[in-house]
């Protein structure tokens, strides 16, 4: 679907059938839409075509799902170094991450992130981050108890770098660490000098970031006019972004899979404050949440490092840059952000593991196989994505829904007879096909 065609089905350069050194960085350098960017994924592909023997979504998929379930697994070990270092005990520390894991890696959100094969950038991407982060967890510990932690610093470097060698988004990782200053850790450190340099190793960072913000990605992506191939400007787009992290946020508290149509290329565009309402209101509630989380950084930094985290995670996606207005794989690491403030329900540290296990057990894990089963065969993903077109946003029905005779952009069908698919998966799927009537929508120009 969508970027799976001109990153893998249609390129050549990852179909290698030796392991040799030319092959292997030809195929590293072939993600033509970031010219060469991105080689980590672009390696793993290739080395899926190499073991299979050609392109099968299945063995593509399945490499996915392992790599999600690594960093699920990665998840619960640096959450539980964070829980500590927030003073829960460590029996409270292992359920409470083990729990927030759980959540995490069956949340409905992750199906798009997982199964959208090419997403395998963002998945590989958030599994180095989170080393890097307990990383970065294992230097401030041995920082705290005045031990040598320099073997601590160049392993989070390295994590780091493999994450933006995945997707260019985890350069992002500095303000994580920032945020976890600021709330859990407090510049802690066993000798004065230590806190003194990291207060003003971060300034500097802040500072410099801020200036690359303001000098060069501002004047480089701000646009009074419409950006090409789209139909909003930067304001619209920011104004836009509002509404899109609410919907984010109602969806993972409500993770119902007639929420989640995956394809939101009809989401309508906030043109001022009040056009629409929801503009101003999403707005106003995006700041209470921020205003709510910076004041409560002390007495509960777990929850404010949370919310802080989430809006951290989508500050490259919900920015002026030109991209997409609404991606769910957007929120796998930020998703690990909302698990986080479950913990805000509980006074102690020994109540949390009571609150959320029920719901997740039952509710969760439910969504999340409806929202899954549809992928498992071509005609299950253009049902499910009909079914979804007039629940959430008018959505078109066929922009790549891979087994509709219209898979590419710009073409539509031309008559009743093309537009009947041709259902070669499970029967169960082929009970839902629906009826096409007339041609679908026109496609919106790129």
């Known amino acids: 679907m969508l970027d799976d065609a001109q990153t893998i089905v249609n390129n050549p350069l990852i179909r290698i059938t030796q392991l040799d050194r030319e092959s292997l960085l030809t195929a590293a350098a072939s993600f033509q839409a970031g010219h060469g960017s991105r080689p980590l994924a672009m390696l793993s592909f290739a080395l899926d075509y190499w073991r299979h023997g050609g392109i099968d979504a299945p063995a593509f998929k399945a490499t996915n799902l392992l790599i999600h379930v690594l960093t699920t697994f990665a998840l619960a070990w640096m959450l539980r170094k964070l829980l500590m270092l927030a003073n829960w005990s460590g029996r409270h520390a292992t359920t409470g991450a083990l729990v927030i894991a759980m959540a995490w890696g069956i949340h409905p959100l992750q199906v798009s992130a997982v199964l959208y094969v090419v997403q395998r950038m963002q998945t590989l991407s958030t599994f180095f981050v989170v080393l890097a982060l307990w990383a970065y967890f294992a230097l401030r510990q041995a920082q705290m108890a005045g031990r040598p932690a320099w073997r601590w ?23 994580y660490c920032l945020l976890l200053e600021l709330t859990v850790l407090r510049f802690d450190a066993r000798q004065p000098l230590r806190r003194q340099s990291l207060r003003r190793t971060y300034l500097a960072m802040a500072i410099a970031g801020l200036g690359l913000y303001l000098l060069w990605v501002l004047p480089h992506y701000w646009s009074w006019q419409a950006y090409p191939g789209r139909d909003f400007n930067s304001v619209e787009r920011l104004l836009t972004q509002g509404r899109v992290l609410t919907l984010y946020l109602g969806q993972m508290l409500f993770p119902l899979p007639s929420r989640m149509p995956f394809n939101y290329d009809t989401f309508p565009i906030s043109r001022g404050l009040l056009h629409p309402p929801a503009t101003l209101a999403a707005l106003l509630l995006l700041a209470g949440l921020l205003v709510w989380a910076w004041r409560w950084r002390r007495r509960r930094p777990i929850f404010s490092f949370g919310v802080l985290l989430f809006f951290a995670g989508h500050l490259i996606t919900s920015n002026v840059i030109p991209l997409e207005l609404v991606f769910e794989h957007r929120n796998q690491l930020p998703c690990s952000a909302f698990c986080l403030l479950w913990p805000i329900c509980c006074r102690r540290p020994a109540h949390a593991g009571r609150f959320p296990v029920a719901g997740l057990l039952s509710a969760w894990p439910w969504s999340c196989w409806r929202r899954a089963a549809p992928a498992r ?36 069908a031309t008559s009743k007879a093309e537009a009947t698919p041709t259902w070669t998966g499970p029967s169960r799927y082929r009970q839902r096909a629906p009826r096409v009537q007339d041609q679908p929508p026109p496609m919106p120009t790129w």
């Not at 989070?156 to 500095?174: N, Q, R, T």
């Not at 005609?379 to 959430?392: D, E, H, K, V």
């Open 153 to 175: 610093g160049l392993a989070a470097g390295a994590c780091w770098l493999l994450g933006m060698l995945s997707k260019e988004d985890a350069v992002i990782f500095p303000l």
């Open 377 to 412: 065969c071509a005609p299950g993903i253009g049902a499910s994505r009909f079914a979804l077109r007039n629940t959430a946003y008018e959505l078109p029905l066929t922009r790549h829904a891979p087994g509709w005779p219209w898979p590419a952009r710009g073409l539509t």
